[in-house]
């Protein structure tokens, strides 16, 4: 049994549907990319999983048990945990209060987690007293990213880790997936850094005008011949 499966979704705003019967699975300890052109429909599919948008059709499960239409927060307390592209830490905030934000359903002591985090994200340890707005961009990635792991996600949904990011830490951001999943996190990601997400990832999937077109193993789709066409600079 999958650790995620997508089956036959489609979601719209109003009557348009963005994303027609799309289907996929994420196993456990997995990475899967997810790529295609601009309005694909990619980050709309990522918000339907995590409960912020509401699908005309179809079924979303976790573990075999069904979360099509649980709010967010029970999505997070089932094991997901989803970092949008924007707005995805509190600028307001310090680094510290950030992941004390994300910690907000646990119970106990979190300065273990937290540790583990700042473990993980070195750069950030002397910066933790330091409001998120004003990090870099990749800085503030990190942040993200941290918070939501401070829940311990079985599924963490990445919406574009990369974008924006300087090309040093493009590098840097996929070490640390790579880095997380080793962990036992896995991971569904949105990325248009095709190359290098289907490089990292177990399978991928290519979804076009709202649809699936092709999905395989990350090193198959990289030598697909029309998808290094579309995608990769040939």
Known sequence: MALLEVQCLTVGYGELPIIRSVSLRVERQEIVAIVGPNGAGKSTLMKTIAGLLRPQDGRILLDGQEITRLRPPRIVQAGVCYVPQTDNVFPSLTVDENLDMGAFIRRGDIRAK?????????????????????????????????????????????????????????????????????????????????????????????????????????????????????????
């Open 114 to 234: 937290k540790a583990d985090m700042y473990a993980l994200f070195p750069d950030l340890a002397a910066k933790r007293k330091l409001r998120a707005g004003q990090l870099s961009g990749g800085q503030r990635q990190m942040v993200a990213m941290a918070r939501a792991l401070m829940l311990e996600p079985r599924l963490l949904l990445l919406d574009e880790p990369t974008a924006g990011l300087a090309p040093m830490m493009v590098g840097v951001m996929f070490e640390k997936i790579a880095e997380i999943n080793r962990t036992g996190v896995a991971m569904l990601m949105v990325e248009q850094n095709a190359r290098q997400a289907l490089q990292q990832a177990h399978r991928g999937y290519v979804l076009a005008m709202g649809q699936n077109r092709y999905e395989d193993t990350g090193q198959a789709l990289l030598a697909h011949p029309e998808i290094r066409a579309m995608f990769l600079g040939g």
